[in-house]
């Protein structure tokens, strides 16, 4: 501030200025000058004696608000004091201003349970005095979604299932991107996907974790797996006979020791299971053994291939006469003989 140019009147120049801390420049610098009385002092010349003036400084506290702040918050933490995020210092007895109108500020108190995932502004002023304006703060608050593993859950699985899909059996609706750890049993997950046929029969559990972050606490949720044996109908086989040959058991024919009691069927429809070439034909025979759930029917098959049996015919006595004409001796033969065969004699 030019003291000069705050005197009333029409001052000469050219005078001396002093103040509370003696001789002064005449310049006044807020924050660095004292507040008080500055006279300024023209010298006479004779006869007329020295002229003075005062200029009285006033100096009025400057407001601080403090300095833009942020601060993030999981969901779930319900109370925030705005004065943690100011940058200080600040004064104090200012007032907040819900710039978003989220209706949930008491003072200086944020409720931040109340509100949706985003970012919030909200405003600190501190009031100026005399010429000083009025000075502003921003605290942005964002609020993240809380992490969630979901519920506890639990599932079926069949012993022959290799791709049990683990997340699908979490309540809730747990929020992807964690990991799968096996609480029991050989390890037999990948991702997480569990492999049934490692262990076998049993009851598995696992627990799915989201890790925690600076704002927002670790969850985990629990998957209980029990795996039930499936059917087993073997492995496949093969039968080669003869059209004429003694029937055959064909689950006898199964690999991998096959279960008993299921149904067989094959070209002519279903069957008891024993292969007789005189009553069945050749092709492929199904061994299916049913399963109860979660397990799904298991099946096998047979295949049937049957080979013709050589027919001679029926023997048969002829007797002729020495000097009778030549012939066939298959056509004296009883039944229908194949034309195939060979003749061996007395010779």
Do not use: K
């Amino acid at each position: 501030v030019n003291l000069f140019l705050e005197l009333n009147g029409n001052p000469q120049s050219g005078g001396t200025w002093s103040g509370p801390g003696g001789a002064h420049s005449g310049t006044f610098i807020p924050g660095t000058d004292a507040a008080g009385v500055y006279t300024y002092t023209v010298a006479g010349t004779l006869p007329c004696s020295n002229d003075q003036a005062t200029v009285t400084m006033v100096v009025n506290p400057a407001p601080n608000a403090g300095g833009n702040g942020a601060i993030t918050v999981c969901e779930d933490v319900v109370l925030v004091d705005l004065f943690t995020a100011l940058v200080g210092p600040y004064d104090a007895g200012g007032t907040w201003d819900d710039q978003d109108n989220t209706g949930q500020l008491n003072g200086s108190i944020l409720n931040t349970g109340a509100l949706n995932p985003g970012t919030y502004d909200f405003e600190y002023e501190v009031n100026g005095i005399g010429m000083c304006p009025d000075d502003h703060a921003h605290v942005d608050v964002t609020v993240v979604q809380q992490l969630d593993a979901g519920t506890n859950g639990a599932d079926n699985a069949c012993d022959t299932e290799t791709n049990v899909d683990l997340f699908d059996a979490l309540g809730g609706n747990p929020q992807s991107g964690g990991t799968w750890v096996q609480l029991s049993g050989i390890p037999a997950i990948t991702g997480g996907f569990f492999n049934a046929t490692v262990n076998g029969s049993g009851t598995y559990q696992f627990r799915y974790r989201l890790s925690g972050t600076a704002t927002c606490d670790p969850d985990s949720a629990t998957v209980t797996v029990n795996v039930v044996g499936g059917p087993n109908a073997g492995s496949n086989g093969v039968l080669n006979i003869c059209s004429n040959g003694a029937a055959v058991p064909l689950i006898t024919l199964l690999g991998n020791n096959p279960d008993a009691g299921g149904q067989w069927s094959g070209p002519g429809g279903n069957m008891n299971g024993v292969y007789d070439p005189v009553a069945n034909a050749p092709g492929t025979y199904t061994y299916t053994v049913n399963g109860t759930p979660p397990c799904q029917a298991d099946q096998s098959t047979v295949q049937v291939t049957e080979t013709t049996a050589p027919n001679a015919g029926g023997s048969d006595v002829i007797t002729v006469c020495s000097n009778a004409a030549s012939f066939s001796m298959r056509d004296e033969l009883n039944g229908t003989p194949a034309t195939n065969g060979t003749w061996v004699g007395p010779g």
